[in-house]
C-alpha cells in the first residue's frame, strides 16, 4: 500500500472521469506503474457525475492508494473538470491524463524531462489507438491514418519539435497563472483553445517522441459517427468563440460536403463544366480512399481474422462515412452561432 506523502506532492495528476467503468482500471494501473516515485504523486479523479461503475472501480483503487482523491465535478465538462482539478493540485508540475488511455511506464517522467529540456510551456508525446474487435481495429487504423485525421501530428508521427497542439499535455503549475485556465465553453476543443492561447502570447508546446500513450478508440460504427458529427460541429462553435484557435485542416470534412451539395446544384444552372469537376473531385477522392485503405489494411497481421481484406472494405467505407458525418457536424455547428454570440 502507498503511504500518504509527508510534503506536497510534486506531481499532480488531474484525470477527468464520466462513464469510464471499461477503462479506469487500464489507466490507473499504467498511472501506478510510472517508474516516477508513487510518494512524489497525487492522482485527482475528477468525476463528472457518473451513472456506471466508475466511482466504485476509482474507491477500490482508493484503498490501495491513498494518494488518489475523487472530487465532483457537477458540470460534467472536462475543463470543467480540468480547471477543478488545477484549483485543488498541489505540485509544482500538472499532467493532464485521459482516463480512455493508458500510458507507457516513463511517460510521466519523460514528460518532466521534456518541460525542463525544452523550456516549453506544454509537453505531450504520440498517440498509438487501439480498438477491441473487428470495428474497433479498423476505426483505430483510420484514426491512424493521415487521410483519415489529417496532419495531427501526434497521432500518425512527427519528428520532435514545437507544434500546435499535443494530446492532454503536461504543464508547470505557474503556466496557468501565466496564460488561464482552461475555456469552459467548450465542451470540446479546450485542449487546442488553451495551446492557441498560449502560443498567440509567445508561449510553447513540445511533442517528443519518448512520451507513449494508448488510445482506445469507439468501437462501433455508430459511435464513431456520432464521435466525428460532434468533433466537426464543436470545431465550428470554437471559431465563434475564439477566433483562430482552430487550423486549416479542421474545416475540410466541411469543405467537401459543401462541394457534394454545390456542384451539382451549379451544374444544374451553370452547365456541365461543374459535373465534370465534381466527377473530377469524387475519382481523385475515392483514388486516394483506395489506397490509404489499402496502405492501412496492410498493418493488420497476415494470421488476423477477419483477414486483412476484410479491414481493407472497411476502411473504404469507413474513411468516407467519417469524414461525410464530420463535415455535416461543422454544417450544424454553423446553426448554434447565435448560441455560441449569447454564451
Not at 484514426?143 to 499535443?166: C, E, I, M, N, Q
Amino acid at each position: 500500500m502507498t503511504a500518504p506523502a509527508a510534503s506536497p506532492p510534486e506531481v499532480s495528476v488531474i484525470i477527468p472521469v464520466r462513464d469510464e467503468e471499461k477503462h479506469i482500471d487500464h489507466c490507473l494501473r499504467s498511472v501506478f506503474g510510472q517508474d516516477f516515485p508513487a510518494e512524489r504523486l497525487e492522482v485527482l479523479l475528477i468525476d463528472g457525475m457518473s451513472a456506471d461503475g466508475t466511482l466504485e472501480r476509482a474507491a477500490r483503487w482508493q484503498n490501495e492508494h491513498p494518494n488518489i482523491r475523487l472530487l465532483e465535478n457537477p458540470g460534467r465538462t472536462a475543463p470543467r473538470a480540468m480547471n477543478i482539478g488545477i484549483r485543488a493540485a498541489r505540485g509544482r508540475y500538472i499532467v493532464r491524463l485521459d482516463a480512455h488511455s493508458s500510458y507507457a511506464p516513463d511517460y510521466i517522467s519523460q514528460c518532466l524531462l521534456y518541460l525542463e529540456k525544452t523550456g516549453a510551456d506544454n509537453v505531450g508525446g504520440v498517440m498509438e489507438t487501439k480498438g477491441e474487435g473487428f470495428w474497433g481495429t479498423t476505426i483505430a487504423l483510420m484514426l491512424s491514418s493521415r487521410f483519415g485525421v489529417g496532419g495531427a501530428s501526434f497521432r500518425v508521427g512527427a519528428a520532435d519539435g514545437y507544434v500546435d497542439t499535443v494530446p492532454f499535455g503536461a504543464f508547470r503549475r505557474e503556466t496557468f497563472d501565466r496564460y488561464g485556465f482552461f475555456d469552459e465553453r467548450l465542451t470540446r476543443n479546450q485542449d487546442y483553445e488553451l495551446n492557441y492561447r498560449i502560443r498567440r502570447q509567445g508561449g510553447k508546446i513540445y511533442l517528443a517522441n519518448a512520451i507513449k500513450l494508448t488510445y482506445y478508440s469507439r468501437s462501433s460504427i455508430g459511435a464513431i459517427a456520432r464521435n466525428a458529427f460532434g468533433n466537426g460541429k464543436w470545431n465550428i462553435i470554437t471559431s465563434f468563440l475564439c477566433p483562430g484557435a482552430m487550423s486549416l485542416r479542421h474545416y475540410i470534412p466541411l469543405a467537401f460536403v459543401l462541394s457534394l451539395l454545390a456542384l451539382p446544384l451549379a451544374a444544374l444552372i451553370r452547365g456541365p463544366f461543374f459535373l465534370w469537376a465534381l466527377a473530377a473531385e469524387l475519382a481523385l477522392y475515392f483514388l486516394l480512399d483506395f489506397g490509404f485503405a489499402w496502405g492501412a489494411s496492410r498493418r493488420v497481421p497476415p494470421v488476423e481474422k477477419p483477414p486483412r481484406p476484410a479491414y481493407f472494405l472497411a476502411l473504404l467505407f469507413l474513411f468516407p462515412l467519417f469524414h461525410i458525418c464530420y463535415g455535416c457536424g461543422s454544417a450544424a455547428g454553423f446553426l448554434e452561432k447565435e448560441n455560441t454570440n449569447k454564451t
